[in-house]
């Protein structure tokens, strides 16, 4: 029986938990229509909330309320269950909405600008960090250290491209690493070089820690601004949770303080950043399951990222012959790591995008599992599969973690690295779905935006925001409307294990609900880029409204 098919049948249930009928609600709201993503209701016309959970579900709710009970209606507009971001980053986020975001810029000389007027406000000396640099945008061409160094001499710069796979820094930053011709390349990073071997300013991969190891790391308060502005951010856009995909004991801690302070609008799923002190003590305490903060998995990374061409390939890249990539674990690193988490109750969830990365995880996932099991690991990104590998999905029983916006951002240029054979490997959603496997969609925020509207409409047109192109991108990989929200709600719980608490409106769960201004579900595709979040409720408690 598929993976799916499992899920499905294990959500089915009354609507109405008995002898709940004369129990007056909190909140009740009255909708043109809502999608349950429960498929023994799929859709109702209201919906009742008492104490944080979903107290029913249907067209006359009359029986549910009381003289305190709160009154929603909203007759033009419709509800979902609140959006499950399955792969991203908080604290990054945060960063940037503190500081640059180049995703839209088009030349170098635009980004040097900017940085070069924010050094003039800057004390000497001081870091000034950007992200979201993106060469493709101005063909193709990386940037170089000593463009940047010309306009800012005096300040250590350090850019991350949008991928998160690359930096961009000046001679300064290269100074203060101590980086010069004769450093080596570290394992599973790069440090680009011109014809007579010194840095470009340009480090891939692994190569990035040797300047980001000298910024000085932020302190509690930042931390926690950060973390709680992006949470804000997230509840603006329908988010209810967050898979936060690689955190550190820091972040932990802030977000613990968070939910103490009652300043956490949203719930989290944290993944520990590799291997490390923070892995060894959760292995010796185990899993931390909370409504507001869960950590039982461990992020792992295989390789790079395609777009700057650190992908682990099984044969060079089109426009880069000679190099497949790097890769960052070796097969048995993970096996290893996977043997100690199925011993201590944890997920493992490994970073993949080359066909080659992805092989050597699914071997290491295999030799642990050994077939059909609940074990939930997942590949992150899944980006591009060896046609002989798809199977072994379903096989092992292993979560494709993924991103709908990836494959329309990377469109542009993806044939031209990989070729016409290989990129019909790349973000397969419909190859995945034919076998059962799990869907569970995410952004990556902040490498593509957080706005998970954005991540529906990808999935089901393979188009830019202009339409483009006609039909969209091998459009034969669309996934259905109903598809790609089960695979922002309910799939993204199953990915986490919390598909018996949330990712449904179904009674009994949590009260962790949208309320959009268009029907997504039925409006042509553009207008579904117009739509709004009109509420955003979380455990019963709305933690964004444009309502009056």
């Known amino acids: 029986m598929p993976l799916i098919l499992i899920l499905s049948a294990a959500l089915s249930g009354p609507v ?22 429960d498929p023994a209701r799929p859709t109702a016309r209201m919906l009742a909330v008492r104490d944080g959970k979903i107290l029913a579900v249907g067209d006359d709710l009359a029986a ?18 609140g959006f499950i971001d399955s792969h991203a980053h908080m604290e990054a ?22 940085i070069r007027k924010e050094a003039a406000r800057r004390p000497r000396g001081e870091w000034i960090q950007g992200r979201n640099w993106d060469q493709t945008n101005w063909g193709g061409r990386f940037p170089d250290a000593a463009e940047l160094s010309r306009a800012v001499p005096d300040h250590p710069v350090y850019l991350t491209r949008v991928d998160g796979h690359a930096a961009w820094v000046n001679r300064k930053a290269l100074e203060l690493a101590g980086i010069t011709a004769a450093t080596p390349d570290p394992p599973g990073g790069k440090i680009l070089r011109d014809a007579s071997g010194q840095p470009t300013g340009i480090l891939i991969d692994r190569a990035q820690n040797l300047v980001a190891a000298k910024i000085p790391p932020p302190g509690p308060e930042v931390l926690r601004r950060r973390l ?10 329908g988010l209810t949770t967050v898979h936060d995909a690689g955190v550190s004991a820091d972040v932990l801690a802030a977000y613990r303080d968070l939910i103490a302070r009652d300043e956490l609008p949203i719930r989290i799923y944290a993944m520990i950043g590799g291997e490390g002190k923070l ?29 700057s061409r650190g992908a682990a390939f099984f044969e060079p890249y089109n426009d880069d012959p000679g190099n497949t990539g790097l890769l960052m674990l070796r097969r048995e690193d993970i096996e290893r790591v996977a043997r100690q988490a199925v011993e201590r109750g944890f997920q493992v969830n490994t970073h993949a995008i080359g066909d080659r990365a992805n092989r050597i995880v699914l071997e290491a996932y295999a030799a642990v599992l050994g077939g059909r099991n609940d074990r939930r690991f997942r590949i992150e990104h899944a980006q591009v599969v060896a046609p002989e590998d798809f ?37 397969a959603w419909r190859r995945f779905l034919a076998l059962g496997v799990p869907i569970a969609s995410g952004s990556d925020f902040p490498v593509e935006d957080p706005n998970p509207l954005w991540g529906f409409y990808a999935a089901i047109t393979r188009q830019d925001h202009h339409g483009q192109p006609p039909g969209g ?49 039925s409006v042509p595709p553009a207008e579904i880029l117009k739509t709004r979040v009109l509420m955003t409720v979380v455990a019963g408690r709305i933690v964004h409204s444009e309502l009056p």
């Open 16 to 37: 109405q938990p008995p002898g709940q009928a004369g129990q007056p609600a909190d909140l009740i709201v009255r909708a043109a229509r809502i999608y349950t993503v």
């Open 64 to 81: 549910y309320a009381g003289p305190r009970t709160r009154r929603i209606e909203v007759p033009d507009a419709i509800v979902v269950p």
């Open 93 to 114: 986020l945060g960063e940037l909405l503190e500081t640059f975001d180049f995703r839209h810029a088009r030349t170098p000389e635009e980004i040097i600008e900017a």
């Open 228 to 237: 709680a502005r992006a949470a804000r951010e997230c509840a603006r856009l």
């Open 279 to 307: 892995w060894r003590e959760y292995l010796e305490r185990g899993p931390e399951i909370g409504e507001r903060l869960t950590v039982r998995s461990i992020k792992l990374m295989a390789d790079g990222a395609m777009g």
């Open 391 to 427: 199977e072994k999905f379903g096989r092992y029983s292993i979560i494709a973690s993924m991103q709908p916006t990836h494959a329309t951002s990377d469109m542009r240029w993806a044939e031209a690295r990989i070729g016409p054979e290989r990129v019909k490997g790349a973000y």
């Open 473 to 521: 991108w091998f459009p034969e990989q669309r996934m259905t409307r109903q598809e790609a929200l089960e695979s922002w709600t309910i799939r993204g719980a199953y990915a986490a294990f919390e598909e018996k608490v949330k990712g449904s409106l179904t009674p009994g769960k949590m009260a962790d609900f949208v309320i959009l201004s268009r029907d997504i579900m």
